[in-house]
């Protein structure tokens, strides 16, 4: 295998050590450092926390999924049917209600100590007590209760509410009870005030997977150390650095040189220059995930988008066509809304009908109606940061081109990604905001209650209690057809209402170095199996 190229001051601060100390770093072991150590670029500017219970952004996951372990999992190869991870089977509780789930022997924990069911126990009476973004997912469990120390069983308030493919999701990787309460972590029902263990978790995990957390450096690195204790066979890389490289072509000069072994952010200028290149190849997997507009409707941040007819106006300016095609190379589909192309009730040809489509014609048909002829003025807030390719930067001014083609002025607003999310997540919009959406895990659930719920509130939309009853509705159905004719009338209703612009669907295109063999992506919503990634 030829040794990845890594500078001696990037290996220093890898291994923790001062600059003072690069001259005492022996040949020897920088060539074995260089060959142990699995070194990706990636934009993680919007890492905010590391704790699984309160981790609500896009790159997080593939740190999450690579120190800790899930009930079960989700396969590249198959994202409706759930394999065994720490649990081996699973079965409805006696009473038909519930779940019970028979844990795998063996596993223990990075720190030594065997996994039990009173640490599955605690770590979901944690998340639903902490009452943040991830026990909303599992709002169907009502607690979760020991049955001996391998099984456990999920008591559900909704029997029928599809919970399998939510547990696979990293922000339900089993934590040591005892590792995490010594930091302060508690699974009482006050525990949204009285939990202290975040701080301690965004520099150490307590999982059971095949990495352990030991640094994260915010808009800088995170380290991760191979868990000698891992159940499911070791990696052949002893540490995994996660480079924060906000600037696409910095990644790309980095991976070209052999500093990093991966590339996420490439745009796809950038990877046409790599056709030839025998050092690099260009992996693909179409996504699950997409990027999109929110646009508010409260008449205080801005009277004119609280008119149905304005929201509709920039629905109809945007160049579609052009985002898929100029600015992503055509390596990204466009749904209709918050459900992706590929799961149930989403199609392109359903795209195509119920969702919004360029007509300038109508764009000003919708403005003459909502009383502003010549248009309006409006905001685009968006992080300092890149997604799928692009970076939002690219993407809002793009967004104003169009919009002035039919008259609507649009003022930029780029912010850090972490008080982009406050402004978002508070409803403080004083206009649109573009942002992601990754599968927390894949279920259409998640995607729709996360509309008429969250997102619902941050954008001021006063959801009607037909539109909350119709995602329950087809949730819980268990005919497919007949779920998949429901949510495309849920995906009518919401497309209306002109709240949330769907701009792309990715297909992932990560620029990998030959030096690296099995490199397995996923769209189940941390992107790679990196306990899974071999050498060549």
């Given at each position: 295998?030829?040794a990845?190229?890594?500078d001696?001051?990037?290996?220093?601060?890898?291994?923790?050590?001062?600059?003072?100390?690069?001259?005492?770093?022996?040949e020897?072991?920088?060539?074995?450092?260089?060959?142990?150590?699995?070194?990706l670029?990636?934009?993680?500017?919007?890492?905010?926390?590391?704790?699984?219970?309160?981790q609500?952004?896009?790159?997080?996951?593939?740190?999450?999924?690579?120190?800790y372990?899930?009930?079960?999992?989700?396969?590249?190869d198959?994202?409706?049917?759930?394999?065994?991870?720490?649990?081996?089977?699973?079965?409805?509780?006696?009473?038909?209600?519930?779940w019970?789930?028979?844990?795998?022997?063996?596993?223990?924990?990075?720190?030594?100590?065997?996994l039990?069911?009173?640490?599955?126990?605690?770590?979901?009476?944690r998340?639903?007590?902490?009452?943040?973004?991830?026990?909303?997912?599992?709002?169907?469990?009502?607690?979760?209760?020991?049955?001996?120390?391998?099984?456990?069983?999920?008591?559900?308030?909704?029997?029928n509410a599809?919970?399998?493919p939510?547990?696979?999701a990293?922000?339900?990787?089993?934590?040591?009870?005892?590792?995490?309460?010594?930091?302060?972590?508690?699974?009482?029902?006050?525990?949204?005030?009285?939990?202290?263990?975040?701080?301690?978790?965004?520099?150490?995990?307590?999982?059971?997977g095949?990495f352990?957390?030991?640094?994260?450096?915010?808009?800088?690195?995170?380290?991760?150390?191979?868990?000698?204790?891992?159940?499911?066979?070791?990696?052949?890389?002893e540490?995994?650095?996660?480079?924060?490289?906000?600037?696409?072509?910095?990644?790309?000069?980095?991976?070209?040189?052999?500093?990093?072994?991966?590339?996420?952010?490439?745009?796809?200028?950038?990877?046409a220059?790599?056709?030839?290149?025998?050092?690099?190849?260009?992996?693909?997997?179409?996504?699950?995930?997409?990027v999109?507009?929110?646009?508010?409707?409260s008449p205080?941040?801005?009277?004119?988008?609280?008119?149905?007819?304005?929201?509709?106006?920039?629905?109809?300016?945007?160049?579609?066509?052009?985002?898929?095609?100029?600015?992503?190379?055509?390596?990204?589909v466009?749904?209709?809304?918050?459900?992706p192309?590929?799961?149930?009730?989403?199609?392109e040809?359903?795209?195509?009908?119920?969702?919004?489509?360029?007509?300038?014609?109508?764009?000003?048909?919708?403005?003459?109606?909502?009383?502003?002829?010549?248009?309006?003025?409006?905001?685009?807030?968006?992080?300092?940061?890149?997604?799928?390719?692009?970076?939002?930067?690219?993407?809002?001014q793009?967004?104003?081109?169009d919009?002035?083609?039919?008259?609507i002025?649009?003022?930029?607003?780029?912010?850090?990604?972490?008080?982009?999310?406050?402004?978002?997540?508070?409803?403080?919009?004083?206009g649109?905001?573009?942002?992601?959406?990754?599968?927390?895990?894949?279920?259409?659930?998640?995607?729709?209650?996360?509309?008429?719920?969250?997102?619902?509130r941050?954008?001021?939309?006063?959801?009607?209690?037909?539109?909350?009853?119709?995602?329950?509705?087809?949730?819980?159905?268990?005919?497919?057809?007949?779920a998949?004719?429901?949510?495309?009338?849920?995906?009518?209703?919401?497309?209306?209402?002109?709240?949330?612009?769907?701009?792309?669907?990715?297909?992932?295109?990560?620029?990998?170095?030959?030096?690296?063999?099995?490199?397995?992506?996923?769209?189940?919503?941390w992107?790679?199996e990196?306990?899974k990634?071999?050498?060549?």
């Amino acid at each position: 295998m030829t040794a990845t190229v890594i500078d001696r001051r990037t290996l220093a601060r890898m291994l923790g050590l001062s600059a003072a100390m690069l001259p005492m770093l022996p040949e020897k072991v920088l060539a074995q450092a260089r060959n142990t150590t699995l070194v990706l670029g990636i934009d993680i500017s919007d890492t905010i926390t590391l704790d699984p219970v309160r981790q609500a952004q896009y790159t997080p996951p593939m740190t999450l999924a690579a120190t800790y372990d899930a009930l079960v999992t989700l396969t590249p190869d198959d994202l409706v049917n759930v394999k065994p991870a720490l649990a081996t089977s699973w079965q409805r509780t006696p009473d038909g209600r519930g779940w019970r789930f028979t844990l795998r022997d063996g596993v223990k924990f990075a720190s030594g100590n065997p996994l039990t069911a009173e640490d599955v126990r605690w770590t979901f009476m944690r998340l639903l007590n902490m009452k943040e973004q991830t026990q909303q997912y599992l709002k169907s469990v009502d607690r979760v209760e020991v049955v001996d120390p391998k099984t456990v069983d999920f008591i559900m308030n909704a029997p029928n509410a599809p919970v399998l493919p939510i547990l696979a999701a990293p922000g339900n990787g089993i934590l040591e009870k005892a590792a995490v309460m010594a930091q302060g972590g508690t699974d009482a029902a006050d525990a949204q005030q009285s939990d202290k263990a975040t701080d301690w978790l965004n520099n150490n995990s307590a999982g059971t997977g095949p990495f352990r957390l030991v640094r994260w450096e915010r808009n800088s690195q995170i380290q991760l150390v191979r868990n000698p204790h891992y159940w499911g066979g070791a990696s052949p890389f002893e540490r995994v650095v996660i480079r924060h490289l906000s600037d696409s072509a910095a990644q790309l000069l980095a991976v070209r040189r052999g500093d990093v072994a991966a590339a996420f952010n490439l745009i796809p200028e950038q990877i046409a220059t790599l056709r030839g290149d025998t050092t690099v190849r260009i992996d693909r997997m179409p996504s699950l995930d997409f990027v999109y507009m929110a646009v508010t409707e409260s008449p205080a941040a801005n009277p004119v988008l609280a008119k149905k007819e304005a929201r509709h106006a920039i629905g109809y300016a945007i160049d579609y066509d052009g985002i898929l095609g100029s600015l992503l190379g055509g390596a990204a589909v466009r749904p209709a809304h918050f459900l992706p192309i590929g799961v149930n009730g989403s199609t392109e040809r359903i795209a195509r009908e119920v969702g919004f489509n360029t007509n300038l014609d109508r764009a000003r048909q919708m403005l003459q109606a909502a009383g502003v002829p010549d248009g309006f003025e409006m905001e685009i807030a968006y992080g300092n940061a890149a997604v799928a390719g692009i970076s939002y930067q690219v993407l809002g001014q793009k967004l104003q081109a169009d919009l002035a083609r039919v008259g609507i002025r649009v003022r930029l607003n780029p912010m850090d990604q972490v008080n982009l999310r406050t402004v978002y997540t508070q409803g403080r919009l004083a206009g649109g905001v573009l942002t992601f959406w990754n599968p927390p895990a894949v279920s259409n659930d998640l995607w729709a209650s996360a509309v008429v719920e969250r997102v619902a509130r941050r954008v001021h939309w006063t959801v009607p209690q037909a539109m909350t009853d119709l995602v329950k509705r087809a949730s819980e159905e268990q005919d497919l057809e007949k779920a998949a004719g429901l949510w495309v009338e849920w995906q009518r209703g919401v497309v209306d209402v002109a709240h949330h612009f769907i701009l792309f669907q990715p297909t992932y295109q990560i620029a990998v170095r030959n030096t690296i063999g099995a490199f397995p992506l996923t769209a189940a919503g941390w992107q790679l199996e990196t306990g899974k990634v071999r050498p060549a």
